[in-house]
């Protein structure tokens, strides 16, 4: 009964995303390729001295997003630290110069990794006018940067140009994000979620104890939060509070944010180069890995061992009672598997193998389906690899949907796939190798021995794959961990778009070529040589770490 339930959520989710794949996909083609602007859209660039017509270079769209991502890092960072001198900042005091950079650097890079209670650390304003800003404008510069590598495959006449940054930006923002984020907040305050300006209400418990209960503005956060794949919680509980995700329907509802963009992505591919089966092919992809995740990890769960779980039918350690093992095992997926983070069960809770797959999801490097944007982006860097293997052992010129991979393209795509990896173990290994930064990392850390190992490599991945999500079982508020991983997560965040725009500005000036591969690239055969070709990057650099983490906590006990 218990697999039951597991393939019917599955399904439930699967139906809603299909049903919704073409016209969501098909209309965020039609917004990055209309050629007219709105009336607000166009105040918008008066305001800002922008050209919309103007097409951009990629080296110009580059600089364009660091510009803007820059001023945004130095804008909430000032926020942060003044905060005590905003309206509703509920005589919450600024936070610490670290905290700051490394909340601002968090939200900035779409990860929102939060070493502090939010409910305890940010006021109001700070929350609506800084960190849910973030959330609104990170998660469009991650669907620009995919829209312009599009754009790149796309061109077909020998032109650099890959749009203008700044009309993506407010597309994606006022078109896309604003709008269905407005339709989910409903539904959220609908589902319980809540919403107001209360700050804290004294109440005194059946135990005689007072309790501050904190309100917010939570609804409104929450949706874009899921909507964005960004991932930080209004509290520190993050979704499995239950002012943030009372009931099962708002927790599936959540999921569903969660998967859309990067879900219907491929289909507003499929449309910008004309050839859906192109779309269909990461589509596929996205959900065998999906699929292969979950079913792993929810198997380790039910299979949780000792009395405690056979009396609870699985390891509901760390679970919210009313979602269940199936309703967070969907849940984490979803969120390790996208650039989410959010979380509605305790990660570090999870069976030595669960844990394990939770981070395996964020190894394959989040395409499984990746982040509103960077799904894409990072999966078409693989597909780049992959056509150019088929290629090989076929004997012929590598070529994808009309555009030559030359050396120049293998280049890139061969440095995009060690970024996080370097990042992830090269931080790992400084963290033990020095002394003094050795010291402070095991004085934060929660547990001892391989599980204690687990929740610092999973701080270290998450934040180089601007994941966000932890074990929580690594306190890492302090001066050094804050700075390391804010420096990482920027890092991990545009190192990768600096080499998506580079192979977007190379394939652009491309004309079309013939293809002459033998084996067609949307073909079963294909999606099996991806899939494969994915977790055989992914798992080998990190087996080292993980055989004296999650393995040896799974199999010495």
């Not at 219907?264 to 050839?275: A, D, H, Q």
């Not at 192109?278 to 990890?297: D, E, H, K, P, Q």
């Not at 949780?304 to 350690?317: D, R, T, V």
């Not at 009313?322 to 305790?346: D, E, K, Q």
Request: contains cysteine; charged residues 10%.
């Amino acid at each position: 009964m218990a697999w039951v339930f597991a393939v019917t959520a599955l399904l439930l989710v699967a139906l809603v995303l299909a049903v919704l794949y073409r016209p969501l996909g098909d209309y965020m083609a039609w917004v990055f390729t209309s050629e007219r602007h709105w009336r607000i859209e166009r105040l918008c660039y008066r305001l800002a001295g922008v050209d919309p017509e103007r097409q951009q270079s990629w080296r110009t769209y580059l600089r364009s997003i660091i510009a803007f991502s820059l001023a945004g890092l130095v804008l909430l960072y000032v926020m942060l630290r003044l905060q005590h001198l905003l309206p509703y900042s509920l005589g919450l005091p600024p936070m610490s110069s670290d905290l700051a950079f490394n909340t601002a650097a968090s939200f900035v890079g779409n990860t929102n990794w939060q070493s502090y209670s939010p409910e305890q650390t940010v006021g109001y304003v700070a929350q609506m006018a800084g960190l849910a800003v973030q959330n609104f404008v990170s998660a469009a510069v991650s669907m620009a940067v995919a829209i312009a590598l599009i754009r790149g495959i796309a061109s077909r006449g020998g032109r650099s140009g890959l749009g203008n940054f700044w009309v993506d930006l407010v597309r994606a923002n006022l078109r896309i994000l604003l709008p269905i984020s407005i339709v989910a907040a409903v539904l959220l305050l609908a589902g319980g979620v809540i919403q107001n300006f209360s700050g804290f209400t004294n109440v005194e418990s059946v135990a005689g104890v007072t309790q501050a209960i904190p309100g917010g503005p939570v609804a409104s956060q929450e949706s874009i939060k899921m909507l964005g794949t960004n991932g930080g919680g209004f509290f520190n509980a993050n979704s499995a509070h239950p002012f943030e995700n009372p009931t099962p329907w708002t927790n599936m509802l959540q999921v569903l944010l969660l998967l859309l963009i990067p879900f219907t992505m491929p289909r507003t591919l499929g449309t910008m180069v004309g050839n859906q089966r192109a779309g269909y092919a990461l589509l596929a992809t996205m959900a065998v890995l999906f699929i292969l995740v979950y079913a792993s990890l929810t198997a380790f769960e039910f299979a949780g061992s000792g009395s405690a779980p056979q009396l609870a039918g699985g390891a509901m350690e760390g679970k919210e009672q009313r979602f269940g093992i199936v309703g967070s095992t969907l849940f984490a997926t979803a969120t390790t598997g996208t650039t989410g983070g959010a979380v509605n069960s305790m990660h570090g809770s999870y069976t030595a193998f669960g844990g394990l797959m939770l981070m395996f999801d964020m190894m394959l490097g989040e395409v499984a389906p990746g982040g509103a944007g960077s799904g894409v982006y990072t999966l078409l860097i693989l597909m780049v690899i992959a056509v150019f293997l088929t290629a090989l052992l076929l004997g012929r010129s590598p070529v994808y949907l009309g555009k030559r991979l030359g050396v120049r393209e293998l280049k890139i795509v061969s440095i995009a796939i060690l970024v996080m990896p370097t990042l992830a173990i090269g931080s790992i290994a400084m963290s033990f190798a020095i002394p003094s930064v050795k010291a402070e990392i095991v004085s934060s850390m929660g547990n001892d021995g391989s599980h204690g190992l687990s929740e610092v490599f999973y701080a270290f991945i998450s934040a180089a794959i601007n994941n966000g999500s932890a074990f929580a079982g690594l306190s890492a508020n302090t001066p050094l961990l804050n700075i390391m991983l804010g420096v990482v997560i920027l890092l991990g965040r545009f190192i990768p778009i600096v080499l998506v725009l580079a192979l977007a500005g190379s394939l652009s000036m491309q004309g079309k070529a013939e293809s002459t591969l033998e084996l067609p690239l949307h073909r079963p055969q294909f999606v099996g040589l991806l899939v494969g070709l994915i977790v055989f990057i992914a798992v080998p650099m990190f087996v080292p770490i993980l055989l004296v983490g999650p393995f040896a906590e799974g199999f010495i006990r």
